[in-house]
C-alpha cells in the first residue's frame, strides 16, 4: 500500500529522494492521511492532534519518532500537516475542533537554515532538485549576502526582486507568518494548541513531548532522520542580521506569542 508513497519532499521537486524510507504501515499511512492521500483523514469522536511541521525547526527528528512508533502501538488521534499548510488548512482538513503540535525557532535562525539546506537542494537528509524558480534565485544570489544586500536597497527594483526570490521559493518562506498568517491569526489559535516546544527543549524534553503528542511510551528509532549538514551556515554579519530580522518582523511578533504560549504550557 505505501510502497511507491513519498514524504512531503515531493513538494520541492518532481525528483525529491527521501534517504530514509517511509515505513509500510496502516498507522502510518492514517497518521499522513491529510497530506493529499485519496480518502483524508479519518473522522472520530476524539478532536484530533495535527502536528504542524514548519521547516527547520526539528520536525524532520520528531516526525520519524513518531513513525517509528507508530508501528509498535495502537495508533493516537495523531496526523501530520507538511510545510506547505497552515492553520487555517488544518481546520478545513482536519475540523474546526483539531488541536495543534510545533516546534519553535528563531525565525532568523529557522530562515538562514531553510536557505542554506535549499542551497544544498536538502542533501545530506534528502535529494530535493530546484524548482525552476531557486534555480534562478541561486543564480543570482549564490550567497545568502547578496540577497539580504538587495532586500535593503536604495534602488526599489532590487528590494522588490529580492522580495519575490523568498517569496517563490520553498521551505525558505514557510515561517511562523506562513503557519498563522498575523499576530492576530496566532492568538487566535492559541486555544488549539496543545503542544509548543522551543527546538532546545525538544532533547531534554522529548519524554514529556512524546507523551503529549499520545505516547505513553516510545522507543526511538536506532538511526533518527535528522536532515542535518555538518556545513554550518555562515553568521550573517551585524548589519545583514539586522537587515533579515526587519523582513521577519511579521514572523518575530508570531514566534514571541508562541514562545509566552509554551511558558504558560510547559513552563520551558
Given amino acids: ?13 518532481s525528483g525529491a529522494v527521501r534517504k530514509k524510507a517511509i515505513p509500510d504501515h496502516p498507522n502510518v499511512y492514517r497518521f499522513l492521511s491529510g497530506h493529499s492521500f485519496d480518502g483524508g483523514p479519518p473522522r472520530g469522536t476524539t ?13 524532520t527528528f520528531l516526525t520519524d519518532v513518531i513513525l517509528h512508533n507508530l508501528q509498535l502501538r495502537d ?16 481546520a478545513r482538513i482536519f475540523g474546526p475542533d483539531r ?75 514557510r515561517g511562523y507568518a506562513h503557519a498563522f498568517g498575523s499576530e492576530a491569526g496566532a ?26 503528542l499520545g505516547f505513553d511510551q516510545y522507543m526511538l528509532p536506532q538511526e533518527p532522520a535528522e536532515n542535518r549538514s555538518t556545513d554550518r551556515p555562515p553568521v550573517l554579519p551585524d ?12 514572523d518575530y511578533a508570531i514566534f514571541r506569542v508562541l514562545r509566552s504560549h509554551a511558558k504558560r504550557l510547559h513552563g520551558w
Avoid at 150 to 172: F, K, N, Q
Avoid at 243 to 248: A, D, F, G, M, T
Fill in 1 to 13: 500500500m505505501m510502497a511507491s508513497m513519498q514524504d512531503d519532499t515531493t513538494e520541492l521537486g
Fill in 99 to 173: 488541536k495543534l503540535a510545533l516546534l519553535l525557532r528563531d525565525p532568523a535562525a529557522r530562515f538562514v537554515s531553510a536557505w542554506h539546506s535549499r542551497q544544498r537542494q536538502g542533501k545530506p537528509g534528502y535529494h530535493a532538485p530546484w524548482t525552476r524558480h531557486e534555480a534562478a534565485v541561486f543564480a543570482r544570489y549564490p550567497e545568502l549576502d547578496r540577497l539580504l544586500d538587495d532586500l535593503g536597497s536604495l534602488w526599489p527594483l532590487a528590494r522588490r526582486y529580492a522580495r519575490r526570490a523568498i517569496a517563490g521559493m520553498t521551505m525558505v518562506p
Fill in 187 to 212: 492568538i487566535d489559535a492559541l486555544p488549539a494548541i496543545r503542544l509548543c516546544l522551543p527546538i532546545e527543549a525538544l532533547s531534554d524534553h522529548l519524554d514529556q513531548t512524546m507523551e503529549a
Fill in 75 to 90: 495508533q493516537p488521534a495523531l496526523f501530520y500537516a507538511p510545510h506547505r499548510m497552515n492553520a487555517a488548512d488544518t
Fill in 239 to 250: 548589519r545583514l542580521d539586522t537587515r533579515l530580522k526587519s523582513h521577519l518582523s511579521g
Fill in 47 to 59: 478532536p484530533p492532534l495535527v502536528f504542524m511541521h514548519i521547516p527547520k525547526t526539528g520536525g
